[in-house]
């Protein structure tokens, strides 16, 4: 049976609806299955796998509270466009309301937003609250931004007193499972489970230190030191990029860190405070954005 309002046609075409309906349903059912730890991937949808519990706590507010409260005003929204449309048209209409007010409607449209306003400001608070509110933290790890790469800065009273340069890997020079536009000569190495102290700043111009699989973001501004922290719970490599328009090269300035356990880490610390003391890496002026891109 046809609604009185709704033309044929609409009722016609609704079906041809579904199945790219269900297919986007699919799509999105599927990704968990695609997302890879540290990294995205082609054709995920959503966003990385986490391993922190920030990001754990960033991923539950995204994906149990604003995604279903999106979806809810989307189909609200969309439900009353349809019957405005078909409802209220000249030809199911001809005889307009003269009705110009409603305090009811007018109440409801105003205080249930507000209610909605509220209800995610509560748990954003709360997420916020967990980012910035530092805890104590077992190891401190210095990054400064330059015009295009990284250099990584350890405390020598933490067994460091050395700092290295991180530059992104040309492409002709890529090795089997180092990923293009991600791959770093040297990563960032931190201990599994031990909660890092990130100071961040820069040399030159604005830039973004971002690990999306740590749920960190934040400026590296010159002349200011900012601060963030994570704790990995997983071992393996993750990836992150400058997320700020930074110059010409500003997409050859990965991040990478490498998450192992405590002793692989003391080791890499005795490695690399034999060679970066010894051997300091050149300046990025000194090899030049050619020797990145090609």
Known sequence: MKSPHIPGRWLKHRG?????????????????????????VSGQIGLQTPATPIAEEIHTFYDDILTPIIIAVSVFVGFLLLYVIF????????????????TTLEVAWTVLPVLILVFIAIPSFRLLDHELVIPKTDLTVKVTGHQ??????????????FDFDSYIVADKDLKPGQLRQLAVDNAAVVPVNKTVLVQVTATDVIHSFTVP??????????GRLNQTWFRATKEGMYYGQCSKLCGEDHAYMPIAFRVVSEAEYAAWLADAKKK??????PRYAEAGPAAVRN
């Open 16 to 40: 041809a609806l579904a199945l790219p309906a269900a297919l986007l349903l699919c799509a999105v059912a599927a990704t968990p299955a695609l997302a890879q730890l540290g990294h995205a």
């Open 87 to 102: 409802r209220f048209n000249e030809k199911a209409n001809p005889t307009p309301s003269a009705l110009t007010h409603n």
């Open 148 to 161: 295009w790469y990284w250099t990584y800065a350890y405390p020598a009273n933490q067994g460091g007193g």
């Open 213 to 222: 699989s740590f749920g960190v973001r934040i400026d590296a501004v010159p």
């Open 276 to 281: 970066f003391s010894a051997n300091p890496l």
